[in-house]
Nanobody, 121 residues
């Protein structure tokens, strides 16, 4: 059983910073992809940032220059550093990881429970 545990959300003023963490635990052989999505009320869930096992990073245009994503493979953890936050960044942020659980299994997608980020003006 694989679990993703998120932390770091909260309330911050515009221009402030937050750091989200997502730690994967359980039966893990390898992690191919780790990413952060967000969903604001009335909107579809969108990809914010992702990093592959080869350290290839992808950032949504709306967060380039403000957010950075990194991962600690030894800790099976991915981080999202969010700077210069704007009110439009307000959303529930979800961690996603494609995890290979055994040497013979295929990657499977796993989601965290979500963490609320609220940016006030």
């Amino acid at each position: 059983q694989v679990q993703l545990a998120e932390s770091g959300g909260g309330l911050v003023q515009a221009g402030g910073s937050l750091r989200l963490s997502c730690a994967a635990s359980g039966s893990i052989f390898s992690i191919r992809f780790m990413g952060w999505y967000r969903q604001a009320p009335g909107n579809q869930r969108e990809l914010v940032a992702s990093v592959t096992s080869g350290s290839n990073v992808n950032l949504a245009d709306s967060v380039k220059g403000r957010f950075t994503i990194s991962r600690d493979n030894a800790k099976n953890t991915v981080y999202l550093q969010m700077n210069s936050l704007r009110t439009e960044d307000t959303a529930v942020y979800y961690c996603n990881a494609w995890i290979v659980e055994t040497i013979s299994s295929m990657p499977r997608s796993h989601w965290g429970q979500g963490t609320q980020v609220t940016v006030s003006s």
